[in-house]
């Protein structure tokens, strides 16, 4: 009961006190109460809630007579998540039903919802599947955001918001020989050189974590640094850069890394992952926006923050965190940072701008803007990175997306433009 709870609470921390999930494990006391197979079971419910939220609630709405009331948190949490157990666990409804109950009962603030959670749930046991399947592509998603999808995205939207559904494989990147420790790992190699396991379980008691020997990073996320090409002995300045997967990237082909972020929190995670790799770099705490470095560097990689909608597989609260008005002023933002960075460039420098967004404004519309300033495009060339080919646009930019590499898993959306700034003068 107390892990129903725990993921209750969780989603109560997400959907009601507007945190991220990751955060919301590092505070969440109910949560925090937990061990081994309890809390990972809070997690995984709580995470498959969130990757199901709008199906859920279209197949609860046809069970309540009316919504319950905006302060009933718990309540409306716990129907959350004894669907979520129903319909997309595959959790035998005598126990979903059952425990959630049982769960309700035991929370003062819950305790008056127990029966209308009982009733609800046991039609949701027997009709909520058929339901469920009837639903159409994007049912998931907040309904602006599919939209722009569509409008962006013609019929591919669909194959998108599929994608989103599953829980993502987990990708690594090897610091060196990566053939051995991809044999080594039991995982598969993508066609762009990131190795793939089936499942996210006990990545620290994994063969070769400790000894540094690699680092999680998504396949999609491995792309932007590659596109700087050789930087061996070249001043590299990775802006926005913790927790750090493109710094270690650029350290081990060689490059003399500075690698800048405002957050003490995430810089820290960056050195703990520098140190267990035994790879250097140089870390600095500072606002990119306000940064001037004493010798200007060869290249910058700007992965900007962004909307982080390409990663729904791995962050599904990430869509029901952001809204609307929060595309525009990033796309803000990311200008600014892609101004900022030519002040920072050596004359006939190379700029990486990239984000994990799927918004047209983020990424495109970043690059239009930009060659608007006077900044041209390096266009990336077929055969570039092996096995991206399928990558790249018309335009000679990166975009992936998560309905690419159905057959394998898929990866994350991330856009990626190579840049050289304007002539001074």
């Known amino acids: 009961m107390s892990a129903r709870v725990a993921a209750a609470e969780l989603l109560i921390a997400v959907l009601d006190h ?47 007579q009316r919504p319950l009331p905006e302060s009933a948190l718990h309540g409306r949490a716990l129907l959350r998540i004894g669907a979520a157990q129903v319909l997309v666990l595959g959790t035998p409804a005598h126990a979903a039903v059952g425990e959630t109950v049982e769960a309700a009962n035991t ?53 998108i918001a599929r994608a989103l559904l599953t829980e993502p494989p987990l990708d690594l990147t090897a610091k060196s020989d990566a053939a051995r420790w991809t ?15 089936p499942t996210h379980a006990g990545v620290d008691s994994l063969p070769g974590f400790s000894d540094g020997a690699w680092w999680v990073q998504d396949a999609a996320a491995a792309l ?19 927790p750090g997967g493109k710094t270690l990237q650029l350290a081990e082909a060689g490059a003399l890394v500075t690698a800048l972020d405002k957050s003490n ?13 035994k790879l250097s770099a140089e870390l600095i705490r500072a606002d990119a926006l306000e940064y ?29 965190l952001r809204r609307p008005n929060d595309v525009r002023a990033l796309a803000e933002l990311q200008l600014k940072l892609v101004s900022a960075s030519a002040a920072m460039l050596n004359p006939g420098g190379i700029l990486t701008y990239a984000v994990c ?11 239009a803007q930009a060659l608007k300033r006077g900044w041209t495009r390096a266009p990336i060339a077929r055969g570039e990175i092996p096995g991206a080919d399928g990558f790249v646009s ?17 990866l994350d959306g991330f856009y990626a433009v190579r840049l050289t700034p304007p002539k001074a003068g």
Not at 21 to 49: M, N, Q, V, Y
Not at 121 to 140: I, T, Y
Not at 295 to 320: E, I, N, Q, Y
Not at 357 to 367: D, F, M, N, R, T
């Open 18 to 64: 507007g945190r991220a999930l990751e955060d919301a494990l590092d505070s969440t006391p109910s949560f925090g109460a937990l061990e081994g197979r309890d809390r990972a079971f809070a997690r995984a419910l709580a995470t498959a809630t969130l990757r199901r939220l709008g199906a859920i609630d279209a197949v609860l709405s046809r069970f309540l």
């Open 357 to 367: 967004s799927l918004e047209p404004e983020e990424g495109p519309g970043i690059a």
């Open 265 to 277: 929190s995430r810089l820290d995670r960056l050195r703990e992952n520098l140190a267990r790799t």
């Open 224 to 242: 932007p640094a590659r596109l700087l090409g050789d930087v061996r002995g070249k001043r590299v300045l990775d802006l926005c850069a913790a």
């Open 107 to 159: 929370l003062r603030e819950a305790r008056g919802f127990a029966k209308l959670i009982n009733a609800v749930l046991r039609r949701v046991a027997g009709e909520g599947p058929a339901l469920l399947a009837s639903l159409q592509p994007g049912a998931d998603l907040p309904a602006w955001l599919f939209t722009r999808w569509r409008a962006a995205y013609g019929a591919e939207a669909d194959a």
């Open 394 to 410: 018309q335009d000679g930019d990166l975009r992936t997306l998560p309905s690419h590499w159905n057959e394998i898993g898929g």
């Open 183 to 197: 044999e080594a790992l039991g995982a598969t190699m993508t066609p762009t050189g990131s190795m793939r396991l």
């Open 292 to 320: 001037r470095p004493g010798v200007l560097f060869d290249a910058v990689l700007l992965d900007a923050p962004c909307t982080s909608t390409g990663t729904l597989r791995r962050h599904p609260d990430v869509a029901w």
